[in-house]
């Protein structure tokens, strides 16, 4: 097979060796005479299986015993609707930082629990910059919530801001990227299919003191506790999907989270300096510091190079640029799975188009 490079913002790009291995293991899972498709959810493979992910990521996180790591249904928004459910009551107040799709999905989600206060927004710039970090935070907030990687306007949150409530993070799109005080964190999630593995599943992190402060009688679905007390098996998961983010997650351990970091800003240095050397493109991100490190997104000047440049990718077996809807232009996403080489690829290309 001719793989295709994969520039998708998620399902995403992920190493062949993980995909090899996985495959294997839809065949036989090691030497059981079974698929990975058929063990059971309650059995000892798949206790290891757990057990092995959820010690990967504490350790890629460099958490301690403070935190619990889950594996999770439902993708971001399940996220987005359980972290109300749990920690915000109907007489309190939450506090949400706007800055972008993702963030003010998961605010609107909250506003079903509880009252939900805007501490920042960059929506009226279109989202082309982060929101300044607001000075005075009520310390009567339940939580705040933030994103760290707007994945469809291009711009990331570094540092851990200062917080002095807890700070809960959506991390689907940058986790493991860099490295970051993870352990400052009450909670932070990510949906798998961007830097962890397949769609399916998510991955939630969470302060043991936090798992006393539900605000609200769940049903034990919906109820973090209840997932810990169970670890993570409450009910049945996706195994195959849980398997092949553990392949990825060895892979991340491997490589290390710093070899890691340092690699995604090389590919992004070269994309943007060739968006902003390229006299057809301009980056849709001004600010060099606003700017992410996992999507990079530009325009062309011109409207017309717009389908033109896509279609000229394709020829050459480059697919997953084009910008999502409500942002326009093109998009590449360069997770911790895409290797420089390819990023290199379409710096040569893009350079190509100008020439012709
Ligand atoms: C992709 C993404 C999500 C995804 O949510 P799903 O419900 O799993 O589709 C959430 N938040 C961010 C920041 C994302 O990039």
Redesign the pocket.
Same mark, same amino acid.
């Given at each position: 097979m001719k793989r295709k490079i994969n520039f998708n913002a =998620?399902p995403a790009i992920l190493p062949e060796e993980v995909l090899k291995h996985a495959a294997e293991a839809v065949i036989e899972y090691n030497n059981s005479g079974l698929s990975i498709l058929e063990i059971s959810h309650r059995g000892k493979a798949f206790d290891n299986i757990i057990q092995e992910s959820c010690e990967l990521i504490s350790e890629l996180c460099g958490l301690n015993n403070d935190h619990t790591v889950l594996w999770m249904h439902g =993708? =971001?928004?399940l996220q987005f609707s359980m972290i109300p459910m749990n920690f915000l009551a109907q007489n309190g107040s939450a506090g949400y930082i706007d800055s972008g799709h993702?963030a003010e999905e998961a605010l609107e989600y909250a506003t079903y629990y509880g009252d939900v206060q805007i501490l920042a927004s960059s929506k009226e710039h279109t989202y082309n910059r982060l929101p300044q970090w607001p000075e005075h935070i009520s310390k009567d907030l339940a939580y705040l919530h933030y *994103?760290t !990687? !707007? *994945?469809i306007y291009g711009t990331q949150y570094k540092n851990v801001p200062d917080c002095k409530v807890p700070l809960i993070a959506?991390m &689907? &799109?940058d986790i493991f990227s860099c490295k970051r005080d993870y352990a400052s964190y009450a909670m932070f999630y990510a /949906?798998a299919?961007?830097n962890i593995g397949p /769609?399916g599943c /998510?991955v939630a992190v969470i302060r043991k003191d936090m798992l006393q402060r539900v605000v609200r009688d769940l049903p034990p679905m919906l109820r973090y506790q209840a997932h810990a007390e169970q670890g993570s098996v409450l009910n049945t998961p996706p195994v195959f999907a849980i398997y092949a983010s553990l392949l990825m997650l060895r892979w991340t351990k491997a490589k290390g989270i710093a070899a890691i970091e340092k690699e995604n800003n090389q590919k992004a240095e070269l994309l943007y300096s060739e968006v902003e050397r390229n006299s057809l493109f301009h980056a849709n991100v001004k600010r060099k510091e606003d700017r992410s490190t996992m999507n990079v997104c530009f325009t062309a000047k011109n409207k017309d190079d717009e389908s033109a440049f896509l279609n000229f990718c394709e020829m050459q077996n480059i697919i997953g640029i084009k910008g999502h809807r409500s942002a326009g232009g093109f998009r590449v996403s360069i997770y911790n799975a895409m290797p420089l080489k390819d990023v290199q690829k379409l710096v040569s290309v893009m350079q190509e188009y100008e020439k012709d």
């Amino acid at each position: 097979m001719k793989r295709k490079i994969n520039f998708n913002a =998620g399902p995403a790009i992920l190493p062949e060796e993980v995909l090899k291995h996985a495959a294997e293991a839809v065949i036989e899972y090691n030497n059981s005479g079974l698929s990975i498709l058929e063990i059971s959810h309650r059995g000892k493979a798949f206790d290891n299986i757990i057990q092995e992910s959820c010690e990967l990521i504490s350790e890629l996180c460099g958490l301690n015993n403070d935190h619990t790591v889950l594996w999770m249904h439902g =993708g =971001g928004r399940l996220q987005f609707s359980m972290i109300p459910m749990n920690f915000l009551a109907q007489n309190g107040s939450a506090g949400y930082i706007d800055s972008g799709h993702w963030a003010e999905e998961a605010l609107e989600y909250a506003t079903y629990y509880g009252d939900v206060q805007i501490l920042a927004s960059s929506k009226e710039h279109t989202y082309n910059r982060l929101p300044q970090w607001p000075e005075h935070i009520s310390k009567d907030l339940a939580y705040l919530h933030y *994103t760290t !990687n !707007n *994945t469809i306007y291009g711009t990331q949150y570094k540092n851990v801001p200062d917080c002095k409530v807890p700070l809960i993070a959506d991390m &689907s &799109s940058d986790i493991f990227s860099c490295k970051r005080d993870y352990a400052s964190y009450a909670m932070f999630y990510a /949906a798998a299919q961007k830097n962890i593995g397949p /769609a399916g599943c /998510a991955v939630a992190v969470i302060r043991k003191d936090m798992l006393q402060r539900v605000v609200r009688d769940l049903p034990p679905m919906l109820r973090y506790q209840a997932h810990a007390e169970q670890g993570s098996v409450l009910n049945t998961p996706p195994v195959f999907a849980i398997y092949a983010s553990l392949l990825m997650l060895r892979w991340t351990k491997a490589k290390g989270i710093a070899a890691i970091e340092k690699e995604n800003n090389q590919k992004a240095e070269l994309l943007y300096s060739e968006v902003e050397r390229n006299s057809l493109f301009h980056a849709n991100v001004k600010r060099k510091e606003d700017r992410s490190t996992m999507n990079v997104c530009f325009t062309a000047k011109n409207k017309d190079d717009e389908s033109a440049f896509l279609n000229f990718c394709e020829m050459q077996n480059i697919i997953g640029i084009k910008g999502h809807r409500s942002a326009g232009g093109f998009r590449v996403s360069i997770y911790n799975a895409m290797p420089l080489k390819d990023v290199q690829k379409l710096v040569s290309v893009m350079q190509e188009y100008e020439k012709d």
